[in-house]
């Protein structure tokens, strides 16, 4: 039968441009390049990205997966047409999940999901993500975008990120956790992933606009201060765990805070006490809470509240293990609490108080 010239319908038609999603394709290639490492080295393209665990030098490893998104971090970064970080927020929240098991990061995958590809908007994107594979020593072997007219409204998008990591069998983390082990808090470097629908609140009520100065850093906007990337801190803790011995646990502070996140490292009949006096709240956290009227608990439930990652380090032995993350480039970590017997109750106590 021949065809129908006037009545042909194309997928362009429908609002999926094949030939856009080609575009961004060649343009994202270097960068993907750049992140390849012992063990990944194919180029992307093909129907599934390839790892040689052997040749990455592991010997009996066990995998350790986890995946992420980055939340409605993403709006404000569309709102504002700044995407050149997000990239990095999502890497980030997949590999700090992969650290605190005491595996090293190895590849990453990513899902960008739009309802019209802009391939400057797309190639900027995966720029974060390489830079935040370089950042974790881990390689982009591949990832998926996918234009959904219709699911999603032009200009929107949403992210996912898959990584995989590996550890020798024996020495995943936690393992002796024990009453006495000390708290070590290692900065964050602003709100991370987590907590930005109430963020995105209170900025509503603030009335700012994304371009005025931010209250908390004057010499940056409101949008590009709230979407400073989160802290990968993957390369210092890989060389503490290895070089100390003395790491008992991790703990990535992420939805839920300090309450939810701290009980997943504890042994049963162990709890923690932070001491709330021990540190200061930086800038941007003292704002939200001021602006928002948002109380301590919802502070310490909601968000990082100036510490990204907790190192539980062994009793006796914080001293070494603060050298060693300060000769690893770690700024100021600081002790804020302990592992405690626990009976009943919550398992994160406090004491003292947020200077809000």
Request: net charge negative.
């Amino acid at each position: 039968m021949a065809e129908n010239s006037k009545n042909s319908m194309t997928y362009a038609q429908s609002g999926v441009d094949i030939d856009a999603g080609n575009a961004m394709v060649e343009q994202i290639k270097p960068l993907v390049k750049a992140t390849r490492r012992s063990g990944a080295d194919a180029e992307i393209g093909g129907f599934g990205g390839l790892f040689d665990l052997k040749a990455a030098g592991f010997k009996d490893p066990i995998l350790v997966a986890a995946n992420d998104g980055v939340g409605t971090k993403v709006k404000i970064a569309i709102e504002s047409g700044i995407h050149h970080t997000i990239g990095i927020d999502l890497v980030a929240m997949c590999v700090n999940d992969i650290i605190v098991q005491g595996a090293e990061p190895l590849l990453f995958l990513d899902y960008f999901a739009t309802g019209k590809l802009a391939p400057s908007v797309g190639v900027e994107i995966v720029r974060g993500i390489a830079e935040g594979c370089l950042q974790a020593g881990c390689a982009l072997i591949g990832g998926e975008t996918a234009e959904m007219p219709g699911l999603y409204s032009d200009g929107d998008y949403d992210l996912a990120g898959f990584a995989v990591g590996a550890a020798e069998r024996g020495t995943l983390l936690p393992k002796n956790v024990s009453e006495g082990d000390v708290l070590i808090g290692l900065p964050s470097s602003g709100v991370h992933s987590n907590g930005y629908s109430l963020v995105r609140k209170i900025v509503e009520v603030s009335k700012l606009s994304w371009n005025d100065p931010a209250p908390f850093k004057p010499d940056y906007p409101l949008a590009l201060a709230l979407l400073e990337p989160t802290r990968i801190y993957v390369k210092p803790l890989l060389k503490v765990i290895r070089s100390t011995g003395a790491i008992h646990g991790l703990v990535h502070i992420t939805g839920g805070g300090f309450p939810e996140n701290i009980p997943r490292i504890l042994p049963q009949g162990l709890g923690a006490r932070l001491d709330l006096s021990s540190f200061s709240l930086p800038p941007v956290f003292k704002w939200l809470a001021q602006v928002g009227n948002v109380a301590e608990h919802e502070m310490l439930r909601t968000f990082n509240c100036g510490f990204g990652m907790i190192v539980v380090a062994e009793a006796g032995r914080e001293t070494k293990v603060l050298s060693a993350l300060e000769a690893e480039g770690e700024k100021k970590p600081v002790i804020i609490g302990s592992i405690v017997k626990h009976h009943s109750g919550e398992r994160v106590e406090t004491v003292g108080s947020l200077a809000l």
